[in-house]
C-alpha cells in the first residue's frame, strides 16, 4: 500500500454536480451486509430493480461476481478479506463518482472495514443496509450448500462457522429475514431510499 509516488491529481470539465444534475438524483452506495445465505443477493436485486423503474441509475456488485474477475486473487483470510472490502470501497466511490446509486452485495464481515468505506464516503453517500439472519437460518436454507461443506470441514474459515462476523453497530437500515419476507424488506429499502 501507498507505493504509488509523483501522482497528480486531473480535473475533468464534467463533475459530479453535473453528472448527478443529468441524472436528476444524487449518486450513493446502498451498502448490504450480513452472513452467507443471510438474503443480501436476493434482496438487492429486488431493490435494484424497484430502483431502476423509477429512473435511478444503478448498479449492483456482488461478492461472488466480483471474485470472479477484478477480485479473483483474493481468498477468505483475514487480509484478503480485508483487500477485497478496501477494494470494493475505492470501486464503490467512484461509482458514486459517476452519479449512480450502487449496491454492493458484500459479506464485509468486519466492523473497521465498513467503517473505512463510511469514512471515504461520507455519511450522506454511504447507507448502511444490515441483512440480519440468524446462523440457524442460513445454515437451513444453505443455497450453495457451502454451511453443509463448512461443517464436514471442507471450507476452513467460514464466515458464522469458524470465522467471525462482526453486527454493524448503528446501521441506516436493519432488514430482519428470520422475519420478514422478501417483500416486506424490498419494501423498507426503498422506502427510505426514496422517502
Ligand atoms: N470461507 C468462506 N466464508 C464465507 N463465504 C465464502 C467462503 N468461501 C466461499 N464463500 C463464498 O463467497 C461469498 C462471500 O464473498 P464476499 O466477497 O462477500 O466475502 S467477504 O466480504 O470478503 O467476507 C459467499 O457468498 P454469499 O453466500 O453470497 O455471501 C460464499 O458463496
Ligand atoms: N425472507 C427472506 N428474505 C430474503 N431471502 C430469503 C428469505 N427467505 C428465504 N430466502 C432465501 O434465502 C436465500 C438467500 O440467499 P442469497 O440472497 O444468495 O444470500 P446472500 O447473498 O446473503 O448469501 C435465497 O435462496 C432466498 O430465496
Redesign the pocket.
Known amino acids: 500500500m501507498g507505493k504509488s509516488e509523483n501522482i497528480v491529481w486531473h480535473e475533468s470539465k464534467v463533475t459530479k454536480a453535473d453528472r448527478e444534475k443529468l441524472n436528476g438524483h444524487k449518486g450513493a452506495v446502498l451498502w448490504f451486509t450480513?452472513?452467507?445465505?443471510?438474503g443480501?443477493?436476493t434482496i438487492s436485486v429486488e431493490v435494484e430493480k424497484e430502483l431502476h423503474a423509477r429512473g435511478i441509475h444503478t448498479y449492483r456488485l456482488?461478492?461472488?461476481n466480483?471474485?470472479h474477475g477484478l477480485?479473483k486473487n483474493?481468498g477468505?483470510s483475514p487480509d484478503?478479506?480485508k483487500e477485497?472490502?478496501r477494494r470494493i470501497g475505492e470501486v464503490s466511490k467512484l461509482m458514486v463518482d459517476a452519479g449512480l446509486v450502487t449496491l454492493t452485495?458484500?459479506?464485509?464481515?468486519y466492523r473497521e472495514d465498513r467503517d473505512n468505506i463510511r469514512e471515504l464516503l461520507g455519511d450522506r453517500e454511504f447507507i448502511e443496509v444490515f441483512v440480519k439472519a440468524s446462523v440457524e437460518t442460513c445454515e437451513s436454507r444453505d443455497?450453495?450448500g457451502?454451511y453443509k461443506k463448512?461443517r464436514a470441514g471442507e471450507?476452513?474459515?467460514?464466515?458464522g462457522i469458524d470465522?467471525p462476523y462482526e453486527e454493524p453497530v448503528n446501521p441506516e437500515i436493519t432488514v430482519d429475514t428470520d422475519k420478514q419476507t422478501l417483500e416486506e424488506s424490498v419494501q423498507q429499502i426503498v422506502e427510505y431510499f426514496i422517502g
Open positions: 450480513g452472513l452467507s445465505g443471510s443480501k443477493s456482488d461478492g461472488d466480483v471474485r477480485n483474493l477468505f484478503d478479506r477485497n472490502i452485495a458484500f459479506i464485509s464481515p443455497p450453495k457451502l463448512a471450507i476452513k474459515g467460514f464466515t470465522a
